[in-house]
């Protein structure tokens, strides 16, 4: 089977050959050893996506949702995008970029009255398919000749909103202009479920990511309430040109799931998780449990195993994932979040090895066991959190 059947059959619950790998991998390590990027070269966005393409196939890598820039951060692009869609001058914004991270250092306004005065216009649905129909077509077809995986992804009205204003800026106006919170957010959800419709009638596979960061590391972010009041209907804007073809609905947030889940699954109805953060975030284990016909894809910790561990204490997460949950499918196997410059490449590839290598099904989960007891006592970083589970 190549991958996008097997792809196909994993997130229908249906018998495949093994577990396919998932990231979003932004690296510049893997991304110059396996997709000879050279920094000192100058790379239209097409020429990146067959970098990155062949980067994906070296490192074992099966799946993913982006496509790495390591001169132009994401949230340039993200910008342009207001510009181009929203209408907002390009004289009034500036990003900053530095340190593999970038912010948004320039915007016309620091109050709510001047954040009327620079309100985004509402998008054009023809605009964004003569942008976005192309992108994901030239995607398709790199990723169709590397054997290769591309899920659609677009961003959440919530996060993209307070991103555009800054988050205490949206703190303030949900309370004393809820007015232009909900413009806001009416403009982000229509421009998110534009992309999404033209994704639906063009796909690359039959899975729509929605990445919504509501959630930091002790629980959500806002209240379940206003997520339910005003977040939830604007998501069902974005999933409905996906569930009207039958295609699957991936949602994201970083942080703990906590009581957003029940939001999540059973009031919005999405399919699946990524990330699942570990470090006293999220147990995925008890997520299975709780939600066991609920697509997982996900989690080695990139947060302290990934980039602090040794090969051992990778290959010991990734085989117990394997192991405990493998066996029922519906899991893709990769970082908790993302492979970043923090990551030491060789952890990253001993994450695909070990998938590529355990994960053929049926899954031999004593030969899994005898494996993880061998290299039980080179363990580093695993040592401490097995434990404390114990």
């Keep these: 089977m190549t991958n996008y059947e097997i792809f196909v059959k994993t997130i229908n619950w249906e018998q495949t050959d093994r577990i396919l790998t998932y990231d979003l991998v932004d690296n510049n390590e893997l991304l110059t050893r396996y997709g000879n990027y050279d920094e000192s070269k100058k790379y239209t ?27 132009n951060h994401w949230m340039g692009a993200k910008v342009k995008n207001w510009i181009h869609f929203f209408g907002v001058n390009p004289d009034d914004w500036e990003v900053s970029q530095a340190g593999g991270t970038a912010w948004i250092s320039k915007r016309p306004f620091s109050n709510l009255k001047e954040l009327e005065k620079n309100m985004p216009n509402p998008p054009k649905y023809e605009e964004i398919k003569e942008w976005y129909a192309p992108f994901i077509k030239n995607i398709k077809e ?25 988050m205490e800026l949206f703190m303030t106006a949900i309370y004393d202009a809820p007015e232009l919170v909900s413009h806001i957010m009416d403009c982000t959800a229509k421009f998110s479920a534009y ?10 596979a039959p899975l729509q990511f929605m990445g919504e960061d ?24 974005i999933s409905e040109p996906i569930k009207e073809k039958d295609f699957k609905f991936l949602f994201h947030t970083d942080g703990r799931y906590g009581e957003l889940l029940p939001i999540i699954f059973d009031e919005f109805g999405a399919d699946g998780l990524n990330p699942i953060e570990r470090n006293g975030c999220n147990d995925i284990f008890e997520i299975r449990k709780q939600y066991h016909d609920k697509l997982l894809f996900g989690n080695v910790c990139c947060a302290v195993t990934l980039p602090r561990g040794n090969i051992y204490d990778v290959e010991d997460e990734t085989l117990e994932l394997i192991e405990k949950i493998g066996p029922q499918g519906g899991i893709l196997i990769g970082s908790s979040s993302e492979v970043h410059d923090l990551i030491p490449a060789e952890n990253a590839l001993t994450m695909y090895k070990t998938v590529h290598e355990y994960g053929t099904y049926p899954i031999d989960v004593e030969r899994i066991r005898k494996r993880r007891n061998d290299i039980k006592d080179k363990l580093t970083t695993r040592k401490e959190q097995l434990k404390h589970r114990r």
Excluded at 45 to 66: C, H, P, W, Y
Excluded at 148 to 158: C, H, K, R, T
Excluded at 195 to 204: G, K, M, T
């Design 45 to 71: 966005f097409e020429q990146l996506v067959e970098i990155n393409a062949k980067s994906f196939k070296g490192m074992g890598l099966d799946v993913t949702r982006f496509i790495y820039d390591p001169v």
């Design 195 to 204: 992309i999404a419709q033209v994704f639906a009638e063009n796909a690359s």
């Design 142 to 166: 790199v990723f169709d000749f590397y054997d290769l995986v591309f899920i659609g992804a677009v961003e959440g009205p919530m996060s993209d909103s307070y991103t555009y204003t800054d």
């Design 214 to 237: 509501i959630a930091c590391g002790t629980g959500p972010i806002f209240s379940p309430n206003f997520i339910t009041e005003h977040a939830l209907p604007r998501w069902r804007w």
